[in-house]
């Protein structure tokens, strides 16, 4: 009789990832954009210039360290730019340029990013429907709901000192928003590598037939990875308002897709139980600096969208290229 892996058997197994190409390549590239950069313009490789793209990234950046975990589950989330729009206009709209509202609007924009994302995720554990389409029509109704709150315009007024300290910058270069991201980055790379949870989300993303013979807890695991998204998506709601100052019900939208071209880039695949935080924050990078190239040499924003989605086809193709190449 053929005996089923047992969850430990299966755990440990897949403790370690496989050290691939996308795991150095993907810096390799960030590398060559940069030499190209520095081509185009003297000031490219300034200090001053690599901080100011990395705070370009950060919104970008912590909402795609949630949506890498659902991914490499196997799933989507199409509602993480309605998210970050919720979060940023629910902290805005709390706020109401008060002091003393600040820890209350902060703390409420997160859990409700939160539970909006354990919607998700129970939706897409417990029912038949593709996370696809059931983030799809989450992300709908949370653009309606923002709407509707805010007529459409700049809505609400951020606490004093709330912009002003993200903006700050330590050491007269380094600003605490880098900072943030970079933190939330190492927090979410460290439950990559240690915790059973992680594992558990590649070994379904991985083979979900399999996982669910062996007793693993399926469900369970998809929720906390959607909650998780919900909560970096709520976290960038509160950077996005922090670098521009201001929030609106479409403060984020296409957000998803620049999300997910990023998550992509940093080799996390469609089909799960492939990727991780580490290539992702790569991939938010190269797709920032290469916004930052198009504008150096004055493309148009239509141009832009076409830069953006011939990055996320070839992206694509060569991870599953290499994917095959490697045995997947």
Request: glycine share 12%; with cysteine; hydrophobic share 55%.
């Amino acid at each position: 009789m053929i005996q089923q892996p047992s969850q430990n058997d299966l755990l440990v197994g897949h403790g370690r990832r496989r050290l691939r190409v996308a795991d150095w390549a993907i810096w390799l590239v960030l590398l060559c954009l940069l030499g190209v950069g520095s081509l185009l313009s003297d000031s490219m490789l300034r200090p001053a210039n690599l901080v100011n793209i990395m705070r370009q990234a950060a919104p970008l950046g912590i909402a795609a360290l949630g949506v890498t975990f659902v991914m490499i589950l196997g799933e989507v989330d199409l509602a993480v730019g309605a998210v970050i729009s919720v979060s940023a206009v629910l902290a805005t709209s709390l706020m109401q340029g008060s002091s003393a509202n600040l820890f209350p609007a902060v703390a409420t924009s997160l859990v409700v990013s939160t539970v909006i994302g354990g919607l998700n995720g129970s939706l897409v554990a417990f029912s038949r429907v593709s996370s696809f389409i059931l983030t799809l029509g989450t992300a709908i109704f949370l653009y309606g709901c923002t709407q509707i709150l805010t007529g459409g315009m700049a809505h609400g007024t951020v606490s004093p000192g709330f912009r002003e300290f993200f903006n700050l910058r330590l050491g007269g270069w380094l600003p605490v928003l880098v900072i943030a991201f970079l933190l939330l980055a190492l927090v979410a790379l460290v439950i990559q590598r240690t915790s059973v949870f992680a594992r558990q989300v590649y070994l379904i993303g991985a083979n979900r037939r399999t996982a669910r013979l062996s007793g693993l807890p399926i469900e369970r695991t998809i929720v906390i990875a959607y909650m998780l998204s919900g909560f970096f998506a709520g976290v960038a709601g509160l950077a996005l308002v922090a670098r521009s100052g201001v929030s609106g019900s479409l403060a984020a939208s296409g957000y998803e897709f620049d999300v997910l071209a990023a998550v992509i880039l940093g080799g996390t695949s469609f089909q799960g139980g492939r990727g991780g935080v580490d290539g992702t924050v790569g991939g938010v990078l190269i797709l920032t600096l290469a916004f930052n190239l198009v504008n150096i040499i004055g493309l148009n924003y239509h141009s832009q969208l076409i830069v953006k989605g011939l990055i996320i086809i070839i992206a694509s193709a060569a991870y599953q290229r290499i994917g095959a190449q490697q045995g997947g």
